[in-house]
């Protein structure tokens, strides 16, 4: 990695005596399930302040069309659902933290339950469904495929009601601030018009995933890994880094952005087809289109290649077409919007990145190894989902470490404002004389060499390339100031790119979402461990 990433602590010349400033016992960064929740919690005893870079209803938990996974059913087991997490963690997930979040999970529905959340109901009872992975329907949602939209409703509503919570939105957070201990004392920000610097004795980042980072994703346009950057240059230990996990499915329609398909589709009986019309997946996996995610995402590329197409086809014609449309509306306006009758066209798909399992890495309280900083969700890397995640775990994830990470905020002995010494800023950046390169071509640039070199098939060479590749940038980019998001968004994604590659290119094993065509086999006596990186090391 170039020198210029490694010396750089802040992206913003920063002087705080000069700078707007707010004051907050509890900062959260990020307005998804895991941050909302963690705001809700912090909010028992302590004021608290939410920034998220865009609307609040701009998130990753708004898009998911999957369900939540929990023990709902009676026939159902807290000891499943472990199981089922291990075995698809493939051997790296933290039991301790796997058991934390199965037995927390029902309760914290019933929670959401009791909030006015919408679930899908049967007999009185939420409903549950099956998902590739799971041994048990287990899979509660809300509105069909829109189960992210009605949590967060929900979550919304219920923080506009606490009046000691107030919300920043369009809000971007540029960096982490720290004093000479390397103790987290707050960000500082841009408002659209202003920095602004937000002291907090306890900061969550709760910001979210990085699946902008590939040109193909599910994710919205927010989803740049910012707040696993910010972590990154404050001294945080980053894990799990090479595990990005792909959607086997999403809509596949030329020149249109890229739409998920839920799992919860195969799981009721949809099939998998070649442009050839042949039903491929039992060559690749006894339990076919149930087979957990990065098996399908692996098999489709394959099928791909294999007959020369750039997608292949979802078939639902068997289904019932009113209930469909009732089961899951968002993907019957969806399809409807491009012409596709479900019920005698197939549906075009491909797999996209979709969830970031590595971030910035937690205890099971949701402490980094920063004082006063915790994270929770997708920034986390809490070692819940090991190197694959178990669908419809992630809002389960986000749900408990929310609610933890907003507990341990607010009973810490430094939970007050008021305790916090804030100390003088001053940070200047030099003056760089280098050319300054176009940062959207760069960004495109970036995504395409994602795709290409640290996507679903990785192998040695590619990766170093890739690590080339981005050092070049880096050395006309992270030397510039920026003065909005456009610019510091680049800056994060060449980070984490950068730190991805090479985490990816370390790990010479394939194991869950992580597949070495050059290193075909997983090797336990060498990686059955996680993959740690910071600043400087």
Same mark, same amino acid.
């Given at each position: 990695?170039?020198?210029?990433?490694?010396?750089?602590?802040?992206?913003?010349?920063?002087?705080?005596?000069?700078?707007?400033?707010?004051?907050?016992?509890?900062?959260?960064?990020?307005?998804?399930?895991?941050?909302?929740?963690?705001?809700?919690?912090?909010?028992?005893?302590?004021?608290?302040?939410?920034?998220?870079?865009?609307?609040?209803?701009?998130?990753?938990?708004?898009?998911?069309?999957?369900?939540?996974?929990?023990?709902?059913?009676?026939?159902?087991?807290?000891?499943?659902?472990?199981?089922?997490?291990?075995?698809?963690?493939?051997?790296?997930?933290?039991?301790?933290?796997?058991?934390?979040?199965?037995?927390?999970?029902?309760?914290?529905?019933?929670?959401?339950?009791?909030? =006015?959340?919408?679930?899908?109901?049967?007999? %009185?009872? #939420?409903?549950?469904? @099956? $998902?590739?992975?799971?041994? &048990? *329907?287990?899979?509660?949602?809300?509105?069909?495929?829109?189960?992210?939209?009605?949590?967060?409703?929900?979550?919304?509503?219920?923080?506009?009601?606490?009046?000691?919570?107030?919300?920043?939105?369009?809000?971007?957070?540029?960096?982490?601030?720290?004093?000479?201990?390397?103790?987290?004392?707050?960000?500082?920000?841009?408002?659209?018009?202003?920095?602004?610097?937000?002291?907090?004795?306890?900061?969550?980042?709760?910001?979210?995933?990085?699946?902008?980072?590939?040109?193909?994703?599910?994710?919205?346009?927010?989803?740049?890994?910012? =707040?696993?950057?910010?972590?990154?240059?404050? %001294?945080? #230990?980053?894990?799990? @880094? $090479?595990?990005?996990?792909? &959607? *086997?499915?999403?809509?596949?329609?030329?020149?249109?952005?890229?739409?998920?398909?839920?799992?919860?589709?195969?799981?009721?009986?949809?099939?998998?087809?070649?442009?050839?019309?042949?039903?491929?997946?039992?060559?690749?996996?006894?339990?076919?289109?149930?087979?957990?995610?990065?098996?399908?995402?692996?098999?489709?590329?394959?099928?791909?290649?294999?007959?020369?197409?750039?997608?292949?086809?979802?078939?639902?014609?068997?289904?019932?077409?009113?209930?469909?449309?009732?089961?899951?509306?968002?993907?019957?306006?969806?399809?409807?919007?491009?012409?596709?009758?479900?019920?005698?066209?197939?549906?075009?798909?491909?797999?996209?990145?979709?969830?970031?399992?590595?971030?910035?890495?937690?205890?099971?309280?949701?402490?980094?190894?920063?004082?006063?900083?915790?994270?929770?969700?997708?920034?986390?890397?809490?070692?819940?989902?090991?190197?694959?995640?178990?669908?419809?775990?992630?809002?389960?994830?986000?749900?408990?470490?929310?609610?933890?990470?907003?507990?341990?905020?607010?009973?810490?002995?430094?939970?007050?404002?008021?305790?916090?010494?804030?100390?003088?800023?001053?940070?200047?950046?030099?003056?760089?004389?280098?050319?300054?390169?176009?940062?959207?071509?760069?960004?495109?640039?970036?995504?395409?060499?994602?795709?290409?070199?640290?996507?679903?098939?990785?192998?040695?060479?590619?990766?170093?390339?890739?690590?080339?590749?981005?050092?070049?940038?880096?050395?006309?980019?992270?030397?510039?100031?920026?003065?909005?998001?456009?610019?510091?968004?680049?800056?994060?994604?060449?980070?984490?790119?950068?730190?991805?590659?090479?985490?990816?290119?370390?790990?010479?094993?394939?194991?869950?979402?992580?597949?070495?065509?050059?290193?075909?086999?997983?090797?336990?006596?060498?990686?059955?461990?996680?993959?740690?990186?910071?600043?400087?090391?």
């Amino acid at each position: 990695m170039t020198g210029q990433i490694e010396f750089r602590r802040y992206l913003v010349d920063i002087d705080s005596i000069s700078t707007h400033q707010l004051f907050a016992d509890c900062l959260v960064i990020g307005a998804g399930i895991a941050g909302l929740c963690a705001a809700i919690e912090a909010a028992k005893g302590r004021n608290v302040i939410i920034v998220c870079k865009a609307t609040l209803e701009d998130s990753n938990t708004w898009k998911a069309q999957g369900g939540i996974a929990s023990v709902l059913d009676k026939t159902d087991t807290f000891e499943s659902h472990i199981a089922d997490t291990l075995n698809t963690g493939c051997g790296i997930s933290d039991e301790k933290v796997v058991d934390l979040v199965v037995r927390q999970g029902p309760e914290l529905i019933e929670q959401l339950l009791r909030w =006015g959340t919408e679930f899908d109901m049967a007999d %009185g009872h #939420i409903a549950t469904t @099956l $998902e590739g992975g799971h041994t &048990h *329907p287990r899979v509660a949602h809300a509105h069909g495929d829109e189960t992210g939209r009605i949590i967060t409703e929900v979550l919304i509503r219920k923080v506009r009601q606490i009046p000691n919570i107030k919300i920043l939105e369009n809000f971007y957070a540029i960096d982490l601030l720290t004093n000479d201990n390397n103790d987290c004392v707050g960000i500082i920000g841009h408002d659209k018009r202003v920095l602004q610097i937000v002291w907090s004795a306890n900061t969550i980042l709760g910001t979210g995933g990085a699946g902008q980072l590939y040109r193909e994703t599910t994710n919205p346009e927010v989803a740049t890994g910012d =707040g696993i950057a910010m972590a990154y240059r404050a %001294g945080a #230990i980053l894990q799990d @880094l $090479e595990f990005m996990q792909f &959607h *086997p499915t999403t809509l596949y329609v030329a020149g249109a952005s890229r739409a998920l398909i839920t799992e919860v589709l195969r799981g009721e009986g949809a099939v998998l087809l070649d442009k050839n019309g042949s039903a491929f997946m039992k060559e690749y996996h006894e339990s076919a289109e149930l087979a957990p995610r990065d098996i399908v995402s692996r098999a489709i590329l394959a099928q791909m290649l294999k007959t020369k197409s750039t997608h292949v086809y979802l078939d639902v014609r068997h289904f019932n077409k009113e209930h469909f449309a009732e089961r899951f509306p968002l993907i019957n306006e969806l399809c409807e919007s491009f012409d596709i009758d479900v019920s005698r066209d197939l549906i075009p798909v491909r797999p996209s990145a979709h969830y970031m399992i590595g971030g910035a890495k937690t205890d099971s309280t949701a402490k980094t190894n920063i004082e006063n900083l915790y994270a929770c969700g997708e920034a986390a890397a809490t070692g819940l989902h090991g190197a694959n995640r178990l669908g419809s775990n992630s809002l389960l994830e986000g749900l408990v470490f929310g609610k933890v990470a907003g507990h341990e905020a607010s009973q810490s002995t430094k939970a007050d404002v008021s305790h916090i010494k804030h100390p003088r800023i001053k940070y200047q950046i030099p003056h760089s004389d280098r050319t300054r390169l176009d940062t959207a071509d760069i960004r495109n640039s970036l995504r395409a060499l994602m795709w290409r070199n640290v996507g679903i098939t990785r192998s040695a060479r590619p990766l170093i390339e890739a690590q080339e590749i981005i050092s070049f940038w880096q050395r006309y980019v992270m030397d510039k100031i920026f003065d909005g998001p456009a610019g510091w968004e680049c800056q994060n994604m060449l980070t984490i790119c950068q730190l991805m590659a090479r985490c990816a290119q370390m790990r010479e094993e394939s194991r869950g979402v992580h597949f070495r065509s050059d290193f075909p086999n997983a090797d336990d006596e060498n990686f059955k461990k996680h993959i740690e990186i910071s600043r400087g090391k």
